[in-house]
């Protein structure tokens, strides 16, 4: 089944709050990271429920929409529609950060996410 990435994209930046609530963008293996002028402006439960959505997570000031292994194709639909993007987040210079025991436990939890998304379809079809 294709994946219309037009209707996808429409649908996440109008989640987000509309383009104007945007003040850039970036992408990295599974997800559109956003950062937003208003995060209140964001429905989260409206993001979670687009087809082609896997989930969202709110982390580090960004709002990140997961999207899976197609989120380059997300990303290049949704810049038109007047979003500021920029470097992806893997290709962007890093600044070295401490290590918390809360930072140790949400890398933890966010490779976890990561790994086992994929998976609940499967898991819920194999059900009875």
């Known amino acids: 089944m294709a994946q219309d990435f037009k209707k996808l ?7 987000v709050g509309g383009a104007e609530n945007v003040t850039n963008l970036t992408h990295c293996m599974t997800r559109l990271r956003f950062i937003l002028k208003d995060e209140s402006k964001a429905d989260d439960a409206k993001v979670k ?24 194709a997300a990303y290049k639909e949704i810049l038109p529609l007047g979003v500021e993007g920029s470097v992806a987040q893997d290709d962007a210079p890093k600044e070295k950060q401490k290590w918390t025991p809360k930072r140790v436990g949400m890398t933890i939890l966010d490779a976890i996410i990561g790994t086992m998304t994929p998976l609940i379809p499967a898991i819920i079809g194999g059900q009875w």
């Open 49 to 72: 429920n687009i087809p082609g959505v896997m989930g969202l997570v709110k982390q580090g000031g960004q709002y990140q929409v997961i999207i899976g292994n197609n989120v380059a």
């Open 9 to 15: 994209a429409r649908n996440v930046v109008a989640g």
